[in-house]
């Protein structure tokens, strides 16, 4: 199998220079991932023989290698669950990136004596009160947020708030100046900050590392492997992993019952399916996120009733809101063989070891 290892130099702009010396802001929700980045950034630079003679000669370069960008910064909390910012050590003049994993339920506080755990608007706030203490004296601001808060709120059907724009509108207000997210559910959100920043990056090169690892002998080809979008919200990402592995795609598209309404949505009906045949075929189904799964998991019951040899799922965000417990029994019926989503937000220990799982890593 081909070696996917790139070094250092790959990654390096000779022609640029530092912003400013970098500082890594990871909030609590998105320490282990930081610490990940943070090592490669390290071994990156001192792996860099040209960049580090340009760095002692250059005042620019001052703060460039050290043995650690993480920020020393914390929220702690009060009795009655109100919280601060604070940086523990001198941000001026640096170049910030806050780190934050809105979706890391794992983390609780104490109101009033009772535990709560926080929510995506917790971390949120948290986020703006890490902003709010360097903003004053540090260079430049940066966001990462992986999962982008209020993604799925990006459009308004009726009466409704347009949270993720506003959150966005937020961020840039307090002086950020650019936000970094992975697979945003519609990217089109940007629009709301259109003299900002805004990366929006996709796993789709880590997904095949990860599903090749797990199954090197596997052939792409367009008499062997299929791409499926399993709803057309999904299609941009089906037809560009079509694209690079030169391979054809499907679609569900999903029937709703527009005369009610459960659970806030109009329920659905029926997975109907466009694109040739599948069977035989090994089929990626490809989405941004499994929320509760149960549209992913109809969608793989349908396909191997469709004769499909082996499906594989790969989504950036794995949030099992219902959890695991409905992957088990369809992976023990064989409707589905592998599942690979990535390490951008809280995975449980009990999800990491099920056979069925595979951590496609997005570290570097």
């Known amino acids: 199998?081909?070696?996917?290892?790139?070094?250092?130099?790959?990654?390096?702009?000779?022609?640029?220079?530092?912003?400013?010396?970098?500082?890594?802001?990871?909030?609590e929700s998105c320490r282990e991932l930081a610490e990940k980045v943070n090592d490669h950034i390290v071994g990156f630079r001192r792996n860099d023989i040209e960049e580090l003679k340009r760095r002692e000669a250059d005042l620019h370069y001052r703060g460039y290698d050290v043995d650690s960008y993480l920020l020393n910064c914390s929220c702690p909390r009060f009795g009655s669950g109100e919280a601060k910012g604070i940086i523990k050590e001198s941000v001026r003049g640096t170049d910030i990136f806050a780190m934050v994993d809105i979706t890391n339920y794992s983390i609780s506080y104490t109101v009033n004596g009772y535990t709560n755990h926080m929510s995506p608007d917790d971390h949120f706030q948290d986020l703006k009160r890490i902003i709010g203490a360097c903003s004053a004296t540090a260079h430049r601001v940066n966001v990462i947020m992986p999962f982008l808060y209020e993604s799925r709120q990006h459009k308004r059907s009726k009466r409704e708030s347009l949270d993720c724009a506003?959150?966005?509108?937020?961020?840039?207000?307090?002086?950020?100046?650019?936000?970094i997210t992975f697979d945003a559910h519609d990217p089109r959100v940007q629009n709301a900050i259109p003299l900002h920043g805004f990366d929006n990056f996709m796993p789709t090169y880590q997904f095949v590392k990860a599903f090749l690892r797990h199954y090197p002998n596997l052939p792409i080809d367009k008499d062997h492997l299929m791409v499926i979008s399993p709803d057309e919200g999904a299609m941009d990402r089906a037809v560009y992993l079509a694209n690079n592995l030169s391979v054809d795609m499907g679609m569900f598209y999903k029937r709703r019952d527009y005369s009610r309404v459960v659970g806030g949505r109009n329920p659905i009906?029926?997975?109907?399916?466009?694109?040739?045949?599948?069977?035989?075929?090994?089929?990626?189904?490809?989405?941004?996120?499994?929320?509760?799964?149960?549209?992913?998991?109809?969608?793989?019951?349908?396909?191997?009733?469709?004769?499909?040899?082996?499906?594989?799922?790969?989504?950036?965000?794995?949030?099992?809101?219902?959890?695991?417990?409905?992957?088990?029994?369809y992976y023990a019926k064989e409707y589905i063989d592998l599942v690979v989503t990535t390490n951008l937000n809280y995975r449980p220990k009990e999800l990491l070891s099920r056979e069925w799982y595979v951590e496609a890593d997005i570290s570097k």
């Open 166 to 179: 506003m959150a966005l509108e937020e961020l840039t207000s307090m002086g950020v100046s650019n936000i």
């Open 1 to 27: 199998m081909e070696d996917f290892t790139i070094m250092a130099n790959d990654y390096v702009f000779n022609d640029q220079l530092p912003v400013a010396p970098l500082k890594i802001a990871a909030l």
């Open 269 to 329: 009906v029926a997975h109907e399916f466009l694109g040739s045949s599948v069977e035989g075929k090994t089929v990626l189904i490809v989405d941004d996120m499994i929320s509760s799964g149960e549209s992913m998991l109809d969608t793989a019951k349908e396909l191997k009733e469709r004769g499909v040899e082996k499906v594989i799922v790969c989504c950036t965000f794995g949030l099992f809101t219902n959890g695991l417990d409905k992957f088990d029994e």
